[in-house]
């Protein structure tokens, strides 16, 4: 029974925040789902009637948009009018790492939460169970709290009040759908039992019984950057190891599936790739570094920040090697770049790997040409900081007019015309299929392909008289017999 909740609303239409209410939703046609954003922008994309518009892309996003909006769930701007009907309220904001101040560059930004926790104060009616949906460093619940009960002090109004969970989302982008219908855990951290009873119950309507994890309140928020501390060092391991497999001679594809064969071990998250993005790993360990650091534990900051020191060494070194490989220049030289998203999947950018990597390659003086199916060239330009140099319409070549590298952005698969090389940075399904025989005849020689994400095959590549440089792969050591 969810008889004593109704109306949720949800503050905070991204890329977490969208996706959550509208699976539940569809799976609670009987809870009407409020979704409310600062940004007028957004919510008409999410209102748009055009499908493929909406502000996010995320594979089964459309269809269940299709089924369920504006049924009972709903997307505006009226954030007063969603607070005062609400019986629950997720928080699902976006708590970028602070830039200024205390704790910058480490510590998240906690003023959307604060801002959102002020707005609930104000507007909220009767009894309100406020839910943390947003990563949160430990102990923001007792931010959240203060705010909501130094407003109870001020208001005249006898029948307020409010209990505050923790509810981290555990979704990974481009798999979203999936992860929320079928995730392999809730988790609900609180001290209230009958809240945190409540919102269970609203899981339990599709998720078992046993994946529906109690804990206490610090327990919740700690476990989920945990959680991604965990997955992200993973990915540093593999690709440290990578690293060892291209000056040994052995191939990280073979050394991770042993890994993986371990039961205790297991396969998952043992892709060695161009370095972890993403908006959550990088944010969440530093977090965590940040909050050892407050408590004194010096060591255990250094640990944690290592894998994220480590990661950024990583992203570097694929650029040196791409200037290496190219003899030791790539002034002027046309690099096509198959990938901007973070994975695939998504059009997330946000501290994706082809950021760094891309700015290297054009301080270095190279002409890119940018491809990516999902995301735009705006979204590009916003990351780069660099203004595009040509329109999309321009055909023209790209012969630079100065020696400064420069990059443009290809909504077609027509990108290979008088290039060096080609650097695969995101394993969009598309590029497995590109034909390496029609393409390589447009490169100018010797071309190089650089698979940073292990989806080419090699024999193709190879047999269409293209140089292959994939990661963790050592084979050419072996053929050159340099031990
Ligand atoms: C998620 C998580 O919730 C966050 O904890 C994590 O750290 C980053 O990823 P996400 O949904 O991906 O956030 O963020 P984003 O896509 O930026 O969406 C946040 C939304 O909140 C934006 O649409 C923004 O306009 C909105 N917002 C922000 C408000 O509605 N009110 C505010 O006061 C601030
Ligand atoms: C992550 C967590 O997986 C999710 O549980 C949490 O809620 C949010 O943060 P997300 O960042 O959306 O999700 O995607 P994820 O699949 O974890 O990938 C993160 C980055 O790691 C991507 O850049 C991806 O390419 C990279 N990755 C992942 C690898 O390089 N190798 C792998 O084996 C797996």
């Not at 009018?81 to 480490?106: H, M, Q, R, Y």
């Not at 930004?109 to 604060?114: A, F, G, I, N, P």
């Not at 209230?192 to 609203?202: C, F, N, V, Y």
């Not at 790209?398 to 420069?406: A, C, D, E, I, M």
Request: proline residues 3%; glycine residues 6%; charged residues 25%.
């Amino acid at each position: 029974m969810t008889s004593n909740i109704k109306n949720i609303c949800c503050i905070g239409a991204g890329f977490v925040g969208g996706p959550t209410m509208t699976v539940m939703a569809d799976r609670c046609p009987d809870l009407i789902f409020n979704v409310v954003d600062i940004s007028e922008e957004r919510i008409s994309s999410w209102n748009q009637n055009d499908l493929s518009k909406l502000p996010i892309f995320e594979p089964g996003l459309k269809e269940l948009i299709e089924k369920n909006r504006n049924k009972n769930l709903f997307f505006s701007t009226k954030l007063k009018n969603a607070i005062e009907n609400a019986d629950l309220i997720f928080i699902s904001v976006n708590t970028p790492t602070k830039l200024i101040g205390l704790g910058a560059g480490k510590s998240s930004d906690l003023k959307w939460v604060e801002a959102s926790a002020r707005e609930v104060a104000k507007f909220s009616r009767g009894h309100t169970i406020v839910v943390e949906k947003s990563t949160l460093p430990v102990r923001t619940a007792e931010v959240i709290k203060k705010i909501l009960y130094s407003s109870l002090e001020e208001t005249s109004e006898k029948d307020v009040s409010f209990s505050v969970l923790s509810n981290p989302e555990f979704l990974a982008e481009g798999t979203a759908i999936n992860d929320l219908e079928n995730p392999d855990r809730i988790l609900i951290g609180g001290d209230d039992k009958e809240a945190m009873l409540s919102l269970s119950r609203i899981y339990k309507k599709w998720v078992p019984d046993h994946k529906i994890l109690l804990t206490n309140i610090w327990s919740s928020e700690l476990a989920k950057l945990a959680s991604n501390a965990f997955l992200a060092q993973r990915i540093s391991s593999i690709n440290s190891i990578s690293t060892i497999c291209e000056v040994t001679g052995a191939d990280i594809r073979e050394v991770g599936m042993a890994i993986g064969r371990d039961s205790r071990i297991g396969s998952k998250f043992l892709e060695s790739g161009p370095g972890f993005g993403g908006s959550c790993f990088k944010k969440d360990i530093l977090n965590l570094a940040y909050l050892a650091e407050y408590f004194g534990l010096e060591d255990i900051a250094r640990y944690w920040e290592g894998v994220v020191n480590f990661n950024i060494w990583h992203q570097r070194r694929i650029s040196k090697i791409i200037v290496e490989k190219l003899f030791g220049t790539i002034s002027q030289k046309r690099i096509v770049i198959l990938g901007f998203a973070f994975k695939a999947n998504t059009n997330d950018t946000r501290e994706s790997a082809a950021i760094k990597i891309c700015k290297d390659l054009i301080e270095e003086g190279a002409d890119l040409i940018i491809h990516d199916p999902k995301v735009t060239q705006n979204q590009i330009e916003k990351e780069l900081k660099i203004k595009s140099l040509f329109n999309n319409s321009e055909e023209t070549d790209l012969s630079p007019k100065n020696k400064l590298g420069q990059w443009r952005f290809s909504e077609t698969y027509d990108v290979f015309d008088n290039a060096h090389a080609a650097v695969i940075l995101t394993e969009w399904e598309d590029y497995k299929n590109i034909d390496w025989l029609v393409e390589s005849k447009k490169m100018v020689r010797p071309a190089w392909i650089f698979d940073s994400r292990s989806i080419v095959n090699p024999q193709e590549v190879t047999n269409a008289g293209l140089n292959l440089w994939r990661l963790g792969d050592g084979s050419s050591k072996n053929k050159k017999n340099d031990f």
